[in-house]
């Protein structure tokens, strides 16, 4: 795990502060960046993003899917769970946080879009921490590379539908073409260019050169792209985080209670069907940890960058490496539910 990696929450921190920091005493920065909009889509936050999601595409080898019948029970795991299982659970729990528990402490209006911002998290799957959090708990590499595949080809047809579904349940207005519009932005495009990326190079340079050297020059990339996307939406929330900071608070404990429920639903799904550890924590991982970049893309370009399913979206981001170290102790330490033969081999 990188030292960027290892301290996300910190850096996430950081950039609240700065980001606040620059709303308050450079207010024409964010006023002249909201300038630039097309179709309700901020154009200096989808760059930004871009910078995000392409390297995590290019690390998609979708010729894995070509392996899935070897070993279905995981990918069935992983795929209800993903898809039939947490989007819908997020939108409950957010509901009766934010309409119910939390109800005197949070205007409807905002509630609204709190809930939105759960939704987008809790329909977005992780598709590149998830190789970290596999790493961590000694994972089965390929296979995770497998379950990662199948899930975004399944975002390019489900994400759209079940958000406007779960959002018109909720009573939140959802105009369909910009979020079409998001998902072709944030994910048929990036996908689409990282495969024709990663056939180029690997067939010009090998897949050694593609895994070792090519993909490493993206690293820092990504970093800068993250980190200043958040420096720009928190420039944008800087009024409604110093007029409701509690609510930062509020907006995680929907958020911290479905990542945990989503990880042992998997987690323990897998453990009843009696599948190996390597495949159990993976498929566990994955559903736990969010899409996040996809998350506030989207969250950004249907409500705007002030709004509080924007916040939401990155408050998912600031609680999710602790939280996840945490699910990978848990999964490290109960390998022994897993029958013996199966196992990875012990720390040494």
């Known amino acids: 795990m990188s030292f960027f990696e290892k301290y996300l929450t910190l850096w996430v921190s950081l950039c609240i502060i700065v980001g606040?920091?620059?709303?308050?005493?450079?207010?024409?920065?964010p006023q002249t960046l909201s300038r630039f909009e097309y179709a309700n889509v901020s154009i200096p936050v989808a760059l930004l993003i871009w910078l995000m999601i392409y390297p995590m595409m290019l690390k998609v080898d979708f010729q894995s899917v070509r392996n899935v019948g070897r070993r279905p029970r995981g990918i069935v795991v992983t795929c209800v769970t993903n898809w039939l299982v947490k989007p819908f659970t997020m939108f409950a729990i957010a509901y009766a946080f934010f309409f119910g528990v939390f109800k005197a402490l949070i205007p409807p209006a905002l509630a609204e879009e709190y809930l939105a911002g759960a939704v987008l998290l809790g329909a977005a799957p992780c598709t590149a921490m998830v190789f970290v959090w596999s790493y961590l708990t000694r994972g089965d590499a390929a296979y995770t590379l497998v379950q990662v595949a199948v899930n975004d080809l399944i975002i390019l047809v489900a994400f759209a539908p079940i958000v406007a579904f779960l959002l018109g349940v909720g009573g939140v207005p959802i105009?369909?073409?910009?979020?079409?519009?998001?998902?072709?932005?944030?994910?048929?495009?990036?996908l689409a260019a990282?495969?024709?990326?990663?056939?180029?190079?690997?067939?010009?340079?090998?897949?050694?050169?593609?895994?070792?050297?090519?993909l490493r020059k993206f690293d820092h990339i990504t970093v800068v792209g993250l980190l200043l996307t958040l420096v720009i939406l928190f420039s944008f929330q800087g009024q409604t985080i110093l007029g409701n900071p509690l609510h930062i608070l509020l907006i995680a404990v929907p958020l911290?209670?479905?990542?945990?429920?989503?990880?042992?639903?998997?987690?323990?799904?897998?453990?009843?069907?009696?599948?190996?550890?390597?495949?159990?924590?993976?498929?566990g991982m994955i559903g736990a940890s969010n899409f996040f970049e996809l998350a506030v893309a989207v969250a950004v370009s249907l409500f705007g960058l002030q709004s509080g399913a924007a916040l939401a979206t990155v408050v998912g981001v600031l609680v999710e490496v602790p939280v996840m170290l945490m699910l990978v102790r848990i999964a490290n330490r109960t390998?022994?539910?897993?029958?013996?033969s199966q196992q990875p081999p012990a720390a040494s």
């Open 175 to 190: 105009p369909w073409d910009t979020l079409l519009l998001s998902v072709v932005l944030f994910v048929v495009i990036p």
């Open 20 to 29: 606040i920091a620059v709303g308050q005493w450079f207010p024409t920065i």
């Open 256 to 283: 911290v209670l479905q990542t945990v429920l989503i990880f042992f639903v998997a987690y323990g799904w897998a453990k009843a069907w009696r599948l190996p550890h390597e495949v159990a924590a993976p498929a």
């Open 194 to 214: 990282g495969i024709i990326t990663r056939r180029a190079v690997v067939h010009s340079k090998g897949i050694a050169y593609f895994n070792e050297i090519f």
């Open 335 to 340: 390998r022994n539910w897993f029958p013996a």
